[in-house]
């Protein structure tokens, strides 16, 4: 069993960080970061603790006086100021600078509660709904805590043991509203995330049923022959034996596959593999190992039980006997045969042996490291067992209730975690249990899943519940469908944040605040969410209007030109306004100059295409560099990692740049096809002239073709050698342009379920586009939500 926590750092911080007496410590780790020690006997501690991983930070620029019995420590940010004795509120305070312009700060003193912006939570099992969220490192008063002194210590060969003594450990978060490099200085203190492997990222086929291998095997080549792309095959507990001697007890752990449902493990895993699949198996290991599994007479051997006494093998997390043999004699024989990683569903609270010690925390831990020996990241698939189990993706948030509620509450409980480094939620797409057959909802969760960390549809046994798109109404099959390959056709995109979020800090999904700080607007849409480096998310989380067959997401939109990624709409930003789509769309902004890659490999595999299209938008520079490997997961290196740059310089011309690919240009195809996807611009009747395409320092032509309805210009180019360059000039310029007011007016009224005549009177008033249209058209109809929508297409900054 591996447990080299190296990977993070160095647990001891320098000494040059340390001020320190008898009794306490102080160590500057940044100029916004003090670790606070008090221990009676004088021992601190330099080992890593369950949630503090690396100290060992450059040290910054700081003052140290002492006088009048006070202790003063100033760094760029931050003034501390100690008396002695045990930490208590009037001995010790620490005030932050929040605006070095304005000289705004903030004090705080011992004891003084934080409030904080929230990160997230254990579990969403049962629940209907909002829950309160666990502490987060985020705050608009500028500081957070993160209070050590209770966790567990890991030694040097790797193994928690408890501290000993009742000594304080506590790290001061003092970087106002610089919440980004916050969160990156977390990470180095805590452990980065780990890199996921890019099959991750696409979707994953859940389901709570006693499937046989016939039957999976069935629908597997079902989603193939409907173009219906899954990268991962989640094989709920019904895997293995459950009806089992009652003697034994309950069948909710179990290790023994059921030869009944599978009669040949290793075929069935293999034949998985071959359809491109990654495998995870639940396991409810709390029962421990009981004698009617296969693998117990090997467990007891291994823990020194008679195998013929038939006692069971107790689970012990705390135990490192127990620990060693639950890998090797459980696990990794099955992992010889196929199985990938291992959904692990702990359920039973939070004690062990050792006070203080959660076995949810444990398992996750040794988990993951185990899954690491063979070299890589690693992947495990588990609960939230508190700060730093980012370090343990992926997250399972639990069984959660269908309803409408459950669906408001998880865009913001998953951006939310962002404020604890924790990016990788896999949430129950679409409900786990309860609710009532609802086609809209299905949709609307199953677009939310895809711009979520990671995209899992799932569903109890219940057989009314399948999230198979065919089970839904037409219109909620084809929109499930198409946003299910979408997701596919994202893996470049969501594999170069993945990438950024691991070696960069920066997760997938940030709160609005994140990147808006100063902005009030930014703390008030907590649904609404930034979505990798390019996009904007607005999840819809209301029902249609049965009526105008719209339905509507308040938004604040920052400030800048975005346009919406599916129907060409502009939108000025630096305000707020409600967002109408039809059930087959949700509000995805794309900022100005901004460059999203898809994959168009046509299989819906995840791996690198030999076909790439790319969107983007115009009115300003953009630059995106795509990042791919060759599948491992095992370092930032040359040999590993090859990127492909992409340049937009927007102004009276226009030339869009892909460098040649630099680094292991092995793991990519040596030729690859390039859609480039020019949207939102005027060009058939601009008058200016084809573009220069280069490859490689020669003109070349390109199949040109423009749709004049979304004001895309297409250019194709194919099978070119991935090392050389493409330049695509446009030196006579291009506007920018959105689709035709009177065509989307058109469009949504026609939908409406109202009567003919008044709709006719609507459209006219549209067409004349006079700028008292809307109060025309606000005097005719009370529908809001068809005003409303009429009113956002008339708000357009294009004329």
């Given at each position: 069993m591996?447990?080299?926590?190296?990977?993070y750092?160095?647990?001891?911080?320098?000494?040059?960080?340390?001020?320190q007496?008898?009794?306490?410590?102080?160590?500057?780790?940044?100029?916004?970061l003090i670790?606070?020690?008090y221990?009676?006997?004088g021992?601190?501690?330099?080992?890593?603790?369950?949630?503090?991983?690396?100290?060992?930070?450059q040290?910054?620029e700081?003052d140290?006086?002492?006088?009048?019995?006070i202790l003063?420590?100033?760094?760029?940010?931050?003034?501390?100021k100690y008396?002695?004795?045990?930490f208590?509120?009037e001995g010790?305070?620490i005030?932050t600078?929040?605006n070095?312009?304005?000289?705004?700060?903030?004090?705080?003193?011992?004891g003084?509660e934080?409030?904080?912006?929230g990160?997230?939570?254990r579990?969403?099992?049962?629940?209907?709904?909002?829950?309160?969220?666990e502490h987060?490192m985020?705050?608009?008063?500028?500081?957070t805590?993160?209070?050590?002194?209770?966790?567990?210590?890991?030694?040097?060969?790797?193994?928690?043991?408890?501290r000993?003594g009742?000594?304080l450990d506590?790290?001061?978060?003092?970087?106002g509203?610089?919440?980004q490099?916050?969160?990156?200085?977390?990470?180095?203190?805590?452990?980065n995330?780990?890199l996921?492997?890019r099959?991750?990222?696409?979707?994953?086929?859940?389901?709570y049923?006693?499937?046989?291998?016939e039957?999976?095997k069935?629908l597997m080549?079902?989603?193939?022959?409907?173009?219906?792309?899954?990268?991962?095959?989640?094989?709920?507990?019904?895997?293995h034996?459950v009806?089992i001697?009652?003697?034994?007890?309950?069948?909710?752990?179990?290790?023994?596959?059921?030869?009944?449902?599978?009669?040949?493990?290793?075929?069935f895993?293999?034949?998985?593999?071959?359809?491109?699949?990654?495998?995870t198996?639940?396991?409810?290991?709390?029962?421990?190992?009981?004698?009617h599994?296969?693998?117990y007479?090997?467990?007891?051997k291994a823990?020194?039980?008679?195998?013929?006494?038939?006692?069971?093998?107790?689970?012990?997390?705390?135990?490192?006997?127990?620990?060693?043999?639950?890998?090797?004699?459980?696990?990794?024989?099955m992992?010889?045969?196929?199985?990938?990683?291992?959904w692990?569903d702990?359920?039973?609270?939070k004690?062990?042996?050792?006070?203080?010690?959660?076995?949810?925390?444990?398992?996750?831990?040794y988990?993951?490291?185990?899954?690491?020996r063979?070299?890589?990241?690693?992947?495990?698939f588990?609960?939230?067992?508190?700060i730093?189990?980012?370090?343990?993706?992926v997250?399972f948030?639990?069984?959660?209730?269908?309803?409408?509620?459950?669906?408001r509450f998880?865009?913001?409980?998953t951006?939310?975690?962002?404020?604890?480094g924790y990016g990788w939620?896999?949430h129950?797409?679409?409900?786990h249990?309860?609710?009532?057959?609802?086609?809209?909802?299905?949709?609307?969760?199953?677009?939310?899943?895809?711009?979520s960390?990671?995209?899992?549809?799932?569903?109890?046994?219940?057989?009314?519940?399948g999230?198979?798109?065919?089970?839904f109404?037409?219109?909620?099959e084809?929109?499930?469908k198409?946003?299910?390959r979408?997701?596919?056709e994202?893996?470049?995109?969501?594999?170069?944040a993945?990438?950024?979020?691991?070696?960069?800090?920066?997760?997938?999904?940030r709160p609005?605040?994140?990147?808006?700080?100063e902005?009030?607007?930014?703390y008030?849409f907590?649904?609404e969410?930034?979505?990798?480096?390019?996009?904007?998310?607005?999840?819809?989380?209301?029902?249609?209007?049965?009526?105008a067959?719209?339905?509507?997401a308040?938004a604040w939109?920052?400030?800048?030109?975005?346009?919406?990624?599916?129907?060409?709409r502009?939108?000025?930003?630096?305000k707020q306004?409600?967002?109408?789509r039809?059930?087959?769309?949700?509000?995805?902004?794309?900022?100005?100059?901004?460059?999203?890659p898809?994959?168009?490999d046509?299989?819906?595999?995840?791996?690198?295409?030999?076909?790439?299209?790319?969107d983007?938008?115009?009115g300003a520079?953009g630059?995106?560099t795509i990042?791919?490997?060759?599948?491992r997961t095992d370092?930032d290196?040359?040999?590993?990692?090859?990127?492909?740059r992409?340049?937009?310089?927007?102004?009276?011309s226009?030339?869009?740049?892909?460098?040649?690919?630099?680094?292991?240009?092995?793991?990519?195809?040596?030729?690859?096809?390039?859609?480039?996807?020019f949207?939102?611009?005027?060009?058939?009747?601009s008058?200016?002239?084809v573009p220069a395409?280069?490859?490689?320092g020669?003109?070349?032509?390109?199949?040109?073709?423009?749709?004049?309805?979304?004001?895309?210009?297409?250019?194709e180019?194919?099978e070119?050698?991935?090392?050389?360059?493409?330049?695509?000039c446009?030196?006579?310029?291009?506007?920018?342009?959105?689709?035709?007011?009177?065509?989307?007016?058109y469009e949504?009224?026609n939908?409406?379920?109202?009567?003919?005549d008044?709709?006719?009177?609507?459209f006219?008033?549209v067409?004349?586009q006079?700028?008292?249209?809307l109060l025309?058209?606000?005097?005719?109809?009370?529908n809001t939500?068809?005003?409303?929508?009429l009113?956002?297409?008339?708000?357009?900054?294009l004329?």
């Amino acid at each position: 069993m591996v447990r080299d926590i190296k990977r993070y750092g160095s647990p001891a911080g320098r000494e040059s960080a340390f001020i320190q007496g008898p009794d306490y410590r102080f160590t500057v780790l940044t100029s916004s970061l003090i670790r606070m020690e008090y221990n009676e006997k004088g021992n601190f501690e330099d080992r890593a603790t369950q949630i503090v991983m690396n100290r060992d930070f450059q040290v910054p620029e700081f003052d140290v006086i002492k006088e009048n019995g006070i202790l003063t420590i100033t760094t760029e940010f931050l003034q501390v100021k100690y008396r002695g004795g045990k930490f208590a509120e009037e001995g010790l305070s620490i005030r932050t600078i929040l605006n070095q312009e304005t000289g705004e700060n903030r004090l705080w003193r011992w004891g003084d509660e934080i409030k904080d912006l929230g990160g997230t939570a254990r579990t969403l099992d049962e629940v209907d709904g909002a829950i309160s969220l666990e502490h987060g490192m985020i705050s608009k008063d500028g500081c957070t805590l993160i209070d050590d002194s209770a966790s567990m210590v890991i030694t040097e060969d790797g193994w928690v043991t408890p501290r000993g003594g009742d000594g304080l450990d506590v790290y001061f978060f003092g970087y106002g509203r610089r919440y980004q490099e916050c969160i990156r200085d977390f990470y180095r203190l805590c452990g980065n995330t780990p890199l996921l492997p890019r099959w991750a990222l696409g979707n994953w086929w859940s389901r709570y049923h006693k499937y046989t291998e016939e039957e999976y095997k069935r629908l597997m080549v079902r989603f193939q022959r409907e173009r219906i792309p899954f990268s991962v095959a989640v094989i709920d507990m019904d895997w293995h034996l459950v009806d089992i001697p009652a003697k034994y007890g309950s069948g909710w752990t179990g290790y023994t596959w059921n030869k009944e449902l599978f009669p040949d493990p290793p075929e069935f895993l293999a034949w998985l593999h071959e359809q491109g699949l990654k495998v995870t198996l639940n396991v409810h290991p709390a029962d421990g190992v009981r004698a009617h599994e296969e693998a117990y007479p090997r467990m007891a051997k291994a823990l020194g039980i008679d195998p013929d006494s038939e006692k069971t093998v107790e689970f012990d997390v705390t135990d490192r006997r127990f620990l060693e043999a639950y890998f090797d004699v459980l696990h990794h024989p099955m992992e010889g045969e196929g199985v990938d990683f291992w959904w692990v569903d702990w359920q039973q609270g939070k004690k062990t042996r050792i006070p203080g010690l959660d076995p949810l925390w444990m398992l996750n831990h040794y988990h993951y490291l185990d899954s690491t020996r063979k070299g890589g990241a690693g992947l495990t698939f588990s609960r939230y067992a508190g700060i730093g189990s980012h370090r343990y993706p992926v997250g399972f948030s639990g069984d959660t209730i269908i309803s409408w509620e459950s669906l408001r509450f998880q865009p913001y409980f998953t951006a939310s975690a962002s404020n604890v480094g924790y990016g990788w939620w896999s949430h129950d797409i679409g409900g786990h249990m309860m609710g009532a057959r609802d086609d809209e909802l299905a949709v609307r969760w199953v677009q939310l899943g895809v711009f979520s960390p990671i995209n899992r549809l799932h569903s109890t046994s219940n057989p009314f519940s399948g999230k198979e798109p065919w089970n839904f109404n037409k219109r909620a099959e084809m929109i499930m469908k198409d946003f299910l390959r979408l997701r596919h056709e994202l893996i470049p995109y969501l594999h170069t944040a993945n990438r950024r979020a691991s070696l960069e800090g920066c997760p997938l999904i940030r709160p609005l605040y994140w990147e808006e700080p100063e902005q009030k607007e930014a703390y008030e849409f907590p649904n609404e969410y930034y979505f990798g480096s390019e996009l904007l998310v607005i999840p819809i989380t209301e029902r249609l209007d049965r009526e105008a067959d719209l339905a509507g997401a308040k938004a604040w939109i920052p400030e800048g030109l975005w346009f919406d990624y599916q129907n060409s709409r502009i939108y000025q930003g630096g305000k707020q306004m409600t967002l109408y789509r039809t059930l087959e769309q949700m509000p995805v902004l794309a900022k100005a100059g901004a460059i999203i890659p898809r994959s168009l490999d046509g299989k819906g595999s995840t791996e690198n295409p030999d076909c790439m299209a790319v969107d983007i938008f115009p009115g300003a520079d953009g630059c995106f560099t795509i990042w791919e490997d060759d599948g491992r997961t095992d370092g930032d290196t040359v040999e590993r990692w090859v990127s492909t740059r992409l340049v937009l310089e927007w102004g009276s011309s226009v030339r869009f740049a892909v460098s040649g690919a630099k680094g292991n240009r092995s793991a990519i195809p040596q030729r690859r096809s390039w859609k480039l996807n020019f949207r939102n611009v005027e060009f058939a009747d601009s008058g200016f002239a084809v573009p220069a395409v280069i490859i490689g320092g020669s003109r070349t032509d390109a199949a040109l073709s423009y749709d004049e309805a979304s004001k895309i210009l297409m250019l194709e180019l194919s099978e070119i050698p991935t090392e050389k360059n493409i330049e695509v000039c446009f030196e006579t310029g291009m506007r920018v342009a959105a689709a035709d007011r009177v065509d989307q007016a058109y469009e949504i009224l026609n939908r409406a379920q109202i009567s003919y005549d008044k709709k006719e009177a609507m459209f006219e008033a549209v067409k004349k586009q006079r700028g008292d249209a809307l109060l025309t058209i606000l005097s005719m109809e009370e529908n809001t939500t068809l005003t409303g929508a009429l009113a956002e297409i008339m708000s357009d900054p294009l004329p």
